[in-house]
């Protein structure tokens, strides 16, 4: 009997995003494993059960799902209503965030679920490339990003010269050279736009420069660089010379898009209040980090658009991959079921946990958290893990 995997149905707000798409279902069907599909779980990306059918895969209902399937495939983490669904050694894959979910970790590993986050991925390994959802979906957030941005500035992005007049072109600063603001200076300079770009690691000037923005150099010269390609949080002093000068830079911009990001920190505050203050009215910031922690800037808030007093705009957008879910699903679904595939033997899940990505993406397994992570995140205060 072939394996069964199901495809869930997302149920949080405003997720559209679906964890397979029909064309990547080939790859799965070849490894010997049947596909289920959750009824309506391509609705959010205008993906018609039909197409999943065409496909090769079996549309079923919610209940038939849970019960059939080894390996449940996600985007979100699983509700309340689904967790209870989960039994004894089933497997759920998605980006769950255990680090920031640990006691979600842990009800898993109450209910003996294997859970496997493709967010915990190595992503330095190339070998891993094609499961990173993370650069994925932060690549989809960065292009959208800017359209919103261009969307909600009052003039044009590129300079333009008619019989009416000309049109100066916008200066947008990119705030973070990760993955998401890599596709924001692409997209931008795509636009017509002047760009300049800024990042804590020095290695990203080059990046920046090589897609046709202009790397933004602060006289206090700050290396940040962290481990695993990420950068680390600056120390007061470091923080107080780059506020200073971000300020001067900012007050200069029509358009400030910002990425910046520090794992399993809050994210860096970037644009302040005053900066925020001295911009010109008109002028719009797009806070791609913002979320319930805070965001890069001050006086932003997660989910909502405000105008400030002196007329400029600031965009915080939630969840940007999920409103372009055609795309993203796209992506994801190749993430996922690469993710899958390497822990797939002869049409069966096989964990090997002395293979690299099985031991960072599997965080329980066996009725025990197994991620060290999440363990000590676990731990009693004090206590050993
Ligand atoms: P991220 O979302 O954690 O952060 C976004 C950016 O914010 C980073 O470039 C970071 O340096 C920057 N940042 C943090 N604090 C800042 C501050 N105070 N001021 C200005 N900028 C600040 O990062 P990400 O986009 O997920 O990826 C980070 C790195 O990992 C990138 O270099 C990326 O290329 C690398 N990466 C490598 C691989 C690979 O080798 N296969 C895969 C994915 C990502």
């Known amino acids: 009997m072939p394996m069964k995997v199901g495809v869930a149905r997302e149920t949080t707000a405003g997720e559209r995003r679906v964890a397979l798409v029909p064309e990547a279902l080939g790859k799965l069907t070849a490894a010997g494993l049947e596909v289920l599909v959750e009824a309506g779980a391509g609705d959010g990306a205008m993906i018609p059960d039909q197409a999943f059918k065409d496909a090769g895969a079996s549309v ?99 300079l333009l010269t008619t019989a009416a007049g000309t049109a100066k072109p916008a200066n947008v ?61 600056l120390t007061p002093e470091e923080q107080a010379a780059q506020q200073a000068e971000l300020n001067e830079v900012i007050g200069n911009q029509d358009v400030v898009i910002t990425t910046a990001q520090v794992p399993g920190r809050k994210p860096p505050l970037l644009v302040t ?36 007093d002196n007329g400029v705009t600031i965009v915080a957008p939630d969840n940007l991959p999920a409103s372009m879910p055609a795309s993203s699903s796209q992506f994801y679904a190749r993430n996922i079921s690469s993710l899958l595939l390497n822990m797939v033997k002869d049409g069966a899940l096989a964990l090997d946990f002395e293979e690299e990505v099985t031991k960072a993406t599997v965080i329980t397994h066996g009725g025990a958290v197994v991620a060290e992570s999440v363990k000590k995140l676990l731990a009693p205060a004090g206590g050993a893990a």
Not at 66 to 88: F, H, T
Not at 125 to 137: F, H, I
Not at 289 to 298: D, H, I, R, T, V
């Open 273 to 308: 209040a005053a900066a925020v203050a001295n911009m010109r009215p008109g002028s719009v910031i797009v806070d791609m980090a913002a979320s319930a922690l805070g965001g890069n800037c001050e006086l932003s808030r997660a989910g909502e658009t405000i105008v400030t």
């Open 60 to 158: 079923v209902a919610t209940d038939e799902l849970y019960a059939q399937s080894a390996v449940i495939l996600r985007v979100q983490k699983p509700a309340g209503a689904e967790v209870s669904r989960l039994r004894s050694g089933q497997a759920v894959v998605g980006l769950l965030s255990p680090l920031l979910d640990a006691a979600l970790m842990q009800t898993l590993a109450g209910a003996g679920v294997t859970a496997i986050s493709l967010d915990a991925i190595p992503r330095t390994l190339s070998r891993a490339q094609t499961m990173d959802a993370l650069s994925s979906q932060a690549n989809v957030g960065g292009y959208k990003a800017v359209l919103i941005a261009a969307n909600t500035y009052g003039r044009y992005f590129p």
């Open 173 to 233: 600063l990119i705030l973070g050279i990760g993955v998401a603001g890599l596709q924001a200076i692409g997209t931008a300079r795509r636009l017509g736009a002047v760009v300049s770009a800024y990042d804590v690691r020095p290695e990203t000037a080059e990046q920046a420069l090589s897609l046709g923005a202009k790397f933004v150099k602060l006289k206090t010269s700050i290396d940040a660089t962290g481990s695993g390609g990420y950068a680390r949080a």
